[in-house]
């Protein structure tokens, strides 16, 4: 059984064949149509073949935010969060599917207006305003540059946010999934769109992510949690 619900609060985890699912509105990896009463994506679809494999129900948590379902795949009151970028950090605090559900272009994002073609590297960021999401880890190269404080970072709770902020004027760049930024601009009203430097900074897979409280905490959901970390789909 498939069944989703939007998250106001997080409630506790019960049900020990069940895994809530936290997700966001992360097109083309997470569409969802909250007055239809509909949730597909590239991402929703892998997990959801995962979960017949794994014969497991999934409730998905729409939470607003990432920020928010991060917050809940951490504390263990939400089972696992999708999608996610893998990073070191995360995985010392959660535990990663070995089947990626999705990938994207990880780039330095301009107005469309701007001369600028080509990311020539991290020092052309220099005094710029670059926008990121909360918690979100671009490279290790980007990270390691934004610690010696040589930009100014804006941090927002969405991607929508983001491209918004670029698109008016209020960032020089902005730097994450292309493919969701691309979608974001679609969406709005205006004439001046957006586009990534090239090349991009990297490739990446998106993941679901277990919680590693949770797996403590609820012994009965752990062969659930071992499945998810562990199957591999054909193809």
């Known amino acids: 059984m498939l069944c989703w619900s939007l998250a106001a609060p997080i409630a506790a985890i019960q049900d020990a064949r069940q895994l809530k699912v936290a997700t966001f509105h992360s097109p083309p990896f997470a569409i969802i149509d909250s007055k239809a009463g509909l949730l597909n994506g590239i991402s929703i679809d892998v997990v959801n073949r995962m979960a017949a494999v794994c014969r497991v129900d999934i409730d998905y948590v729409v939470v607003p935010a990432f920020s928010r379902g991060f917050r809940g795949v951490q504390d263990g009151t939400v089972d696992a969060i999708v999608p996610i970028l893998k990073s070191t950090e995360r995985e010392r605090i959660l535990l990663f599917s070995a089947q990626p559900v999705g ?47 040589k930009f100014s970072i804006l941090e927002r709770h969405s991607y929508q946010a ?74």
């Open 162 to 235: 983001l491209v918004e902020n670029l698109v008016f004027g209020r960032l020089d760049y902005i730097a994450g999934p292309l493919q969701i930024f691309e979608f974001h601009a679609a969406q709005l009203e205006q004439k001046t769109g957006i586009r990534a430097l090239q090349p991009s900074l990297k490739r990446l897979a998106g993941f679901v992510a277990l919680s590693r409280v949770g797996h403590v905490k609820f012994p009965k959901k752990q062969p659930l949690y071992d499945c998810f970390s562990t199957v591999i789909l054909d193809e």
């Open 103 to 149: 990938h994207t272009d990880v780039a330095i994002v301009v107005n469309q207006d701007s001369a600028e073609t080509r990311f020539t590297g991290m020092d052309m960021l220099e005094g710029k305003r670059v926008g990121r999401l909360s918690s979100g880890s671009i490279t290790p190269e980007f990270d390691a540059y934004l610690r010696k404080n």
